[in-house]
């Protein structure tokens, strides 16, 4: 991998998951365009990332990430971001009392935009169009014009990620300490198009972390092969029918040089798994002598469906994810890095429970996501408390 002039858009080895583009003459070009812009992070930003996650690694600090499931345009406003923002830092300052470390913050900002389908299509009342894929790639109104890919959004997301960090960066030197960017790095063109080579090596620099997600984790797949090919910290989600050698596999490829830091492993089982599969994929990792940060993602394993028939969680079920992520690790000596979660900083009604309960029937009352519910402010903070007494080895109160 060269930098900038890799933007090559074939997909070679095969990419999965990528958007059906009409016009690749348009995507060729757009990006064209975003290769020649300025980079939306940097390689040093990325590296002070990296340092830090090599910390959580070693079991000197802990991580909290956290963000919208999908970004969309319209929702990047300044109130919006800064609503996210301060909920993040504010759930880190209770986290970090109780495991007396400090933590590591990251937003599912500024390139959150493209999300994975389980289906290439969706349908409603008899008419089948193609399923929304996040702004990064068409609309969310069930519209044949509104669906179609439109390379120009990858253009419109770039726009957006830069405005986001602007914001981001204003906060964080007013309130003091480092907050980083992270994503799925899913729709290929628009992360090759971001890739520079610099003096200290060729990084993805539209976040400072990326993450291959269950769908995308093919050890022959094109995004696998991307990553490794990049500086940043990257991370791959684990789900359920991961097995020891899936991750150790993972291993040889994205941290060839056991670099503490390097890479991090998001288990995302199900309450009702995380127990049974995790304890070997950890015992084997650690006795390979491999530093991976291990993080707990307690929201993808436990959707269910309210009465209303949207999709939502039970916050009691994500709470019992992340003590069965705990109790593993706490039985094998090893060190529960932190968790990474679906927030908004609004009072939405997407997930039920809390301390200012969200009850089934109110589950549409506020319902906003463009894709998957997201733990309201109330209850992410309901959540740092619970996790801070889990790192000071407190009994919970439950939720």
């Known amino acids: 991998m060269t930098g900038p002039a890799t933007s090559s858009l074939a997909a070679d080895p095969p990419a999965a998951q990528q958007p059906d583009w009409p016009d690749r003459a348009a995507l060729h070009a757009v990006a064209a365009d975003l290769a020649a812009r300025p980079a939306l992070v940097s390689a040093a930003e ?4 990296r340092s830090r996650l090599a910390e959580v690694a070693c079991g000197a600090a802990v991580t909290l990430q956290g963000g919208d499931c999908a970004e969309t345009f319209d929702g990047t406003t300044p109130e919006r971001i800064e609503s996210t923002y301060r909920t993040i830092r504010q759930m880190a300052a209770v986290v ?3 495991a007396a470390l400090p933590v590591v913050q990251l937003g599912r900002m500024a390139g959150q935009y493209a999300k994975p389908r389980s289906r290439p299509d969706e349908t409603r009342d008899g008419v089948t169009l193609p399923a929304y894929r996040g702004d990064l790639v068409n609309g969310l109104e069930f519209t044949m014009s509104s669906r179609v890919p439109a390379p120009d959004r990858l253009r419109r997301g770039y726009e957006r990620a830069a405005g986001t960090l ?34 200290s090596g060729v990084y993805d620099l539209s976040a400072h972390l990326v993450w291959i997600g269950e769908r995308t984790r093919q050890l022959d797949g094109a995004h696998l092969d991307f990553v490794a090919g990049v500086r940043n910290p990257v991370a791959v989600k684990l789900g359920p029918s991961s097995t020891p050698d899936d991750a150790l596999a993972l291993i040889d490829l994205l941290d060839p040089d056991r670099e503490p830091g390097r890479l991090t492993f998001i288990a995302r089982m199900g309450a009702g798994a995380v127990r049974e599969v995790l304890p070997d994929l950890v015992a084997k990792v650690t006795a390979s002598g491999a530093r991976v940060v291990w993080v707990c993602d307690p929201m993808h394993g436990n959707t269910v469906t309210a009465p209303s028939g949207h999709k939502t969680r039970w916050l009691i079920d994500v709470l019992d994810e992340i003590k069965g992520f705990f109790e593993v690790h706490r039985s094998l000596g090893t060190h529960p890095g932190g968790v990474h979660l679906e ?11 809390g301390t200012y309960e969200v009850l089934p029937a109110q589950v549409p009352d506020r319902y906003e996501s463009a894709c998957d519910p997201r733990l ?6 309901d959540l740092a408390f619970e996790l801070a007494e889990l790192y000071a080895g407190r009994p919970t109160g439950g939720l």
């Open 46 to 49: 990325c590296d002070l990332l």
């Open 96 to 98: 970090s009392g109780g």
């Open 166 to 199: 602007e914001i981001l960066r204003g906060l964080a030197a007013e309130r003091g300490g480092a907050f980083f960017t992270a994503h799925e790095a899913l729709v290929l063109e628009y992360e090759r198009a971001l890739t520079r080579d610099t003096p």
């Open 343 to 353: 927030l908004s900083g609004e009072h939405v009604t997407e997930c039920v429970g």
């Open 376 to 381: 309201n402010r109330g209850q992410a903070l």
